[in-house]
């Protein structure tokens, strides 16, 4: 099929070779790769400062750069997970763009759901030798129910040890915004999540968000502590290499 890239805003300003890598795999998996020059920001980042009006101009040309899409395909569960539940709330008062935006929830997917259960093809082949534990992300798995497909992706790599994460259900601190704006919150939550990591004993920490990954890697750094990081897509493309 032709799969439409969501390149959302961190990872391409900062992590982009998760973008590419994304691209790489869904080639490699036979399908046709498109990136729409016109998406910009899913919009969250107004939304949650209250900025409502500026979050739905900016939601409308999303919709627009996606409107001749037959699949959309993004790497955050965070972002897929605020168009899935919050753009009906910005459009329920036009129509138009209503209809438009329960098109693009009906066609869009956080990529290991996108690959495990549309694509059911949990074993990709990779290979990668390592110790590694899990985040689950708050948004993917409280707005998009994400539970099983990243570890069923991750049960497959051949060589990897996966480990559980201590209290994983519990939120990195980053949220956004909100580290922002409640540091001394955020980096009591985020220093909790650094000890049920250490206390793992991996030495790998794979997710679905690289602002988690961003957030925790960074307050590991900081402690002296450094633990690798990887996204999901990055360790399956990784794997994949012959």
């Given at each position: 099929m032709k799969v439409s890239l969501f390149a959302t805003c961190l990872t391409n300003a900062f992590y982009p070779e998760v973008d590419m890598t994304m691209a790489k795999i869904l080639k490699h998996l036979g399908h046709t790769i498109d990136v729409p020059e016109g998406q910009a920001c899913c919009g969250q980042i107004a939304?949650?400062?209250?900025?409502?009006?500026?979050?739905?101009?900016v939601a409308r040309t999303l919709i627009d750069s996606f409107e001749r899409s037959e699949v959309v395909v993004g790497p955050s569960g965070s972002c897929i997970g605020m168009i899935h539940h919050y753009y009906p709330f910005l459009f329920e008062d036009e129509p138009a763009y209503l209809t438009k935006a329960?098109?693009?929830?009906?066609?869009?997917?956080?990529?290991?759901q996108f690959i495990v259960d549309i694509l059911k093809q949990p074993d990709l082949g990779a290979r990668y030798s390592a110790k590694a534990t899990y985040h689950p992300s708050c948004h993917a798995t409280r707005l998009l129910g994400i539970g099983e497909a990243p570890l069923r992706l991750l049960e497959h790599v051949k060589?990897?040890?996966?480990?559980?994460?201590?209290e994983a259900q519990l939120c990195?601190?980053?949220g956004g915004t909100f580290s922002v704006k409640m540091p001394k919150i955020?980096?009591?939550?985020?220093a909790e999540k650094a000890e049920h990591v250490l206390e793992s004993g991996a030495d790998l920490l794979l997710g679905l968000d690289m602002g988690c990954l961003m957030n925790i890697s960074g307050y590991l750094e900081k402690i002296n502590k450094p633990v690798k990081t990887m996204h999901i897509i990055q360790l399956l493309g990784e794997g994949m290499k012959p």
């Open positions: 939304f949650n400062s209250g900025y409502i009006a500026d979050a739905r101009e329960n098109d693009l929830i009906r066609k869009s997917y956080e990529f290991t060589g990897l040890e996966l480990i559980p994460l201590p990195c601190g980053f955020s980096e009591a939550m985020v």
